[in-house]
C-alpha cells in the first residue's frame, strides 16, 4: 500500500525525490512503531490514538513541532490517496491536530548594555550623534514600532505631560508616557535640528535634508548603535521594543498594561514577553542556586 502511494506520488503528482524520501521515512518508520505494538494492528485497522501516541514519541526523543507536522501531514496524505483508492475505509489521521509550532523567544538588551550604548559621555554633540541617541532612547522608553516613531510629528509629543501620541496599525492612536531623561533628550534633539536643519516637513525626526526620516534610515542607526553593545544577531528597532516590554514586566508591571502599551490587540501576543522573563529567571537561578549545576 506505501508504495502504490509513493508512485502515485512521483509519477502522478510529480514531487520531488526529496519529498517522496521524507514521505517514505514517515509512513515507513509509523509502521514499524504500530507493528511492534500489536502484529494484528495495520493501515486498515490503525486507530486515532495509536498515530498520537507516535507523534508524542517522536516529540519525547526530541524532535521538533516543524517535524512532527511534516509526518503528520505525510500521514494525512496517505490516508486522502488510500480512501480515493478505496484501500481503507476511514482515515484516522483527519482528525489529529499536530503539535503548535514554538515561537521564537524576542531578543532583548541587557541593562548593562543599554547603560553603555546611552551613556552620555559615549556620544558627540553633531546632529548625526544626538539624532541616534534620541531614536535610541525614544524606541527603548516608549517600545513604539519603527513605523509609529517615523509617523510622529512634533505635534505629537506633549512635554508638559511627557507623554506621546502615537499612531499604530489600522491608524488606531494610543497615548504612550514617557520619562524625563527621554524628555530632555528629545528637546536637546529639537533644539539642535531646528539650528542645524532647514525642515521641510512637520516631522518629528529628519534627515539632513529635512526630510521626514525612513524606516530603513532608522533601521541602519539602530543597527549600527546596537552592534556596539551586543552580540545579538538580529539587531533592529524591534530588539528595543522587546527590550522595552521585558524591562517593564521584569519590574512589576502588569501584562494588560504592557499590552496596552506595546499597542497589541491581544494579550497572547504580548503573553510571549512573559517567557522571555521566565527564562531570564531561570538563568539566574542556574547561575545563583550552589545546587543547580549539580551532577
Known sequence: MIEQFLNYMRYERNLSPRTVLTYEHSLRELEEYFGKLDQTVGWETLDADIIRDWLESKLDQGAKATSVNTALSAVRSFYRFALARRLVERDPAHLIEGPKKEKPLPQFLREKELNELLDEQQWGDTFKDVRARTIIIMLYETGVRVSELT?????????AACQLKVTGKRNKQRIVPFGEEMAEAVRRYVEVRDREVAR???????TRKGERMTRSQVY????EQLSRVTTLKKRSPHVLRHTFATAMLNNGAGLESVKKLLGHESLETTEIYTHTTFEQLKRVYKEAHPRANLN
Not at 521641510?200 to 529628519?206: D, F, G, K, N, Y
Not at 541602519?220 to 543597527?223: D, G, K, L, N, T
Open 200 to 206: 521641510q516637513t512637520t516631522a518629528l525626526l529628519v
Open 151 to 159: 509617523g510622529l510629528d512634533d505635534g505629537d509629543v506633549d512635554f
Open 220 to 223: 541602519a542607526i539602530v543597527r
